[in-house]
């Protein structure tokens, strides 16, 4: 394999590998796989949400009493804000190993990148870590623990076993009035799964085939790195995934550095250069009103046992 020049890396890395950057981001985030995207145009883009529902009533045959009167009612709407913010990460690498790149190294470079703001992102949306201000929606666990949507692994014999759990707040987001859908959990979750099975002995976790999603529970599944995830928290997060919304401003982008000053490190002085890579996501729940009531919470989370 021919050598890469260090003034060609850029922009091969930008122009022949921006797939395999969003690939690796897309591999290292549970969010980007579950939930939906929508691309954002400007920083800042109000999603309607409905906060009134319309109500019906019976109507007599009456032409003088009020019961003969078609009634009125409203729909109104609030407002849901995504917010664009950034994501980045500098890789500093010596100059002698530019010099020697291939391209092995660049996929290397590419999914160490990738994966960086993949998790980044799934810390911030799953628990809250280093969540923006402007994403006013709470965390998935934050939103679950506040709306009282937690069930807490138990004994066998009560059906608050790990699976038991998964099911029951599944429960409590279809009682919210949501679509229970989609599941978060820690990678080791796969390993302790494969005896549990339903009342009719099938198993209750199916792999994915071909690229889709895990299933567990009837619930499409989401892996996420233990580097995000801490099992101490919550051992998976239920919820639907259509009322989840990840806003993508600008894909991953890449910048050759060589005169910067990175973590303190002055790239010149010490023959480096770096690989800045950055993308802009947002994020808002979509609580709101539906049939069971107002702001309802399309979460529910399972927390370990002695929490």
């Known amino acids: 394999m021919a050598d890469i020049s260090r003034d060609d890396l850029a922009t091969i890395i930008q122009e022949e590998y921006s797939n395999e950057l969003l690939a690796a981001a897309l591999s290292g985030s549970a969010a980007l796989r579950l939930f939906r995207t929508v691309n954002l145009g400007t ?14 009533e019976f109507v007599g045959e009456s032409a003088t009493e009020d019961v003969g009167k078609k009634p009125t009612s409203q729909a109104t709407w609030g407002n849901k804000q995504l917010v664009a913010e950034e994501i980045a990460v500098i890789i500093p690498i010596h100059e002698n190993a530019i010099d020697d790149a291939t391209t092995a190294t660049l996929d290397e470079l590419t999914a160490l990148g990738g994966a960086a703001i993949g998790r980044k992102l799934d810390g911030a949306v799953f628990f809250g870590t ?3 201000a402007a994403w006013t929606s709470n965390d998935l666990l934050a939103a679950a623990v506040a709306a009282d949507q937690t069930v807490t692994v138990g004994d066998v ?15 409590l987001v279809d009682e919210a009035g949501w679509d229970p859908s989609g599941l978060a959990a820690p990678r080791g ?19 994915g085939t071909n690229g889709t999603l895990d299933n ?9 790195p233990g580097r995000v995830w801490d099992r101490n928290d919550a ?17 991953i982008t890449v910048k050759f550095l060589t005169e910067a000053t990175v973590g303190g490190i002055n ?36 927390l370990p046992s002695g929490s």
């Open 189 to 207: 979750l796969r390993f302790r799964l494969p005896n549990i099975r339903t009342s009719t002995g099938e198993p209750i976790w199916l792999p």
């Open 130 to 132: 280093d969540k923006p």
């Open 157 to 171: 014999a009560d059906g608050d076993d790990l699976g038991g759990c998964i099911y029951q707040a599944a429960q």
């Open 267 to 302: 790239l010149a002085e010490r023959d480096m250069v770096a690989l800045r890579f950055k993308a802009r996501y947002a994020y808002v729940l979509g609580t709101g009103v539906n049939d069971e009531g107002d702001a309802q919470v399309p979460v529910a989370a399972v």
């Open 43 to 56: 920083k800042t883009t109000n999603l309607p949400v409905l906060a009134t529902i319309p109500e019906a």
């Open 216 to 224: 567990v529970a009837g619930l499409d599944t989401g892996f996420v």
């Open 235 to 251: 051992e998976g997060i239920v919820f639907d995934r259509e009322r989840v919304i990840i806003g993508v401003r600008q894909d």
